[in-house]
């Protein structure tokens, strides 16, 4: 009995699993034509001062929206794309997009821009994006490259090379999902990023989860100890933000300063009289 139950699961997750396949090529195939339709926007985050709601810059996240199926998420698309190569030029789109928005902001705010492992590491990507601040004017010191550990991983040597010829044209480099990734401390130590983001994990559970709390302490430690400023992820409640900001940590992003949008709805803050959000939620600060 328990060979055929074996047999009728094991079909099961063969059905199942060729679906999955299925719909992976699907969209891998959709994702070749997205930029050309027009499909692909860009979405960005306000990173914010912890004690003033003072915005300091924004993070661009790409956003798929498909002709049938609406929008698909970052989460599912990406490793696709990273996958099928086809990250190569919807990365460069992003970077270019990105960059000739933040260009022409009145202030000049910085603009963080997430790149993958494949991108990283492929032929010519110092030279692009040199060139990307050259054509749309961006000043280097304006740009943030956000790069995950695992990216790291995959060719350490080249990707240290390409991190250091990032920081002689003058881009800053941020750690991305800090503490979800491998031996972290010595990444830190061996590459030269100039900002920590602390992932949104670890925030999400600093109210019932001591461990998580313990994690943030450290990571906020471990930025003073090495002189690099620490970001939280993820900050949605006015409890979160109190406890980073009585942990010292100095800015934060998250669905509480606001939730990734279209730049047209941060106007304001672009331009020269509006710096910080408003913020009922601030006051919660320090109560
Ligand atoms: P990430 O770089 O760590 O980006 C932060 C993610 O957290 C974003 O998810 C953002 O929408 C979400 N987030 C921000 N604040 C909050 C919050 O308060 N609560 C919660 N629950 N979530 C929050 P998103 O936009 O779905 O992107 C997921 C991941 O996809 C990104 O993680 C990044 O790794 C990747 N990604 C997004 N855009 C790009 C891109 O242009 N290029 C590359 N290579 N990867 C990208
Ligand atoms: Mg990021
Ligand atoms: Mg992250
Ligand atoms: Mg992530």
């Known amino acids: 009995r328990a060979k055929t139950e074996g047999k009728g699961t094991y079909r099961f997750f063969e059905a199942a699993m060729g679906a999955q396949i299925r719909e992976r090529r699907s969209l891998e195939h959709d994702l070749r034509s997205a930029i050309a339709n027009g499909e692909l926007s860009l979405a960005y985050q306000p990173q914010a001062q912890v004690d003033t709601g003072e915005v300091n810059g924004f993070e661009v996240l790409l956003r798929w929206n498909h002709p049938t199926r609406g929008p698909v998420s970052p989460s599912t698309f990406i490793p696709i794309a990273e996958e099928s190569g086809s990250i190569l030029k919807i990365g460069e789109w992003v970077m270019h997009e990105a960059c000739r928005e933040a260009a022409n902001w009145m202030r ?27 054509d749309t004017g961006l000043p280097p010191e304006r740009l943030e490259i956000e790069i995950t550990e695992t990216a790291l991983i995959r060719d350490p040597n080249r990707a240290l090379l390409t991190l250091q010829k990032l920081k002689a044209i003058g881009v800053n480099l941020a750690m ?39 994690i943030v302490r450290a990571v906020l430690g471990l ?18 933000l109190s406890f980073l900001g009585s942990e010292g940590c100095t800015e934060a992003q998250g669905y509480l300063f606001g939730r990734p949008a279209p730049i047209g709805e941060f106007v304001p803050l672009l331009s020269n009289n509006v710096v910080a959000l408003p913020k009922p939620l601030l006051r919660a600060v320090g109560d």
């Open 223 to 240: 930025g003073r100890g090495l002189g690099l400023p620490v970001i939280a992820e993820g900050v949605e409640t006015s409890e979160e």
């Open 176 to 214: 991305d999902d800090f503490g979800t990734g491998y031996s972290s401390l010595s990444n830190l130590r061996a590459f030269p990023f100039d900002k920590i983001k602390i992932d949104r994990s670890f925030i999400h559970e600093v109210h019932d989860n001591p461990q998580a709390a313990a």
């Open 108 to 134: 000049p705010l910085a603009i963080a821009v997430n790149v993958s492992a494949l991108q990283l590491t492929s032929d010519g990507f110092v030279e692009f994006v040199r060139r990307t601040l050259e």
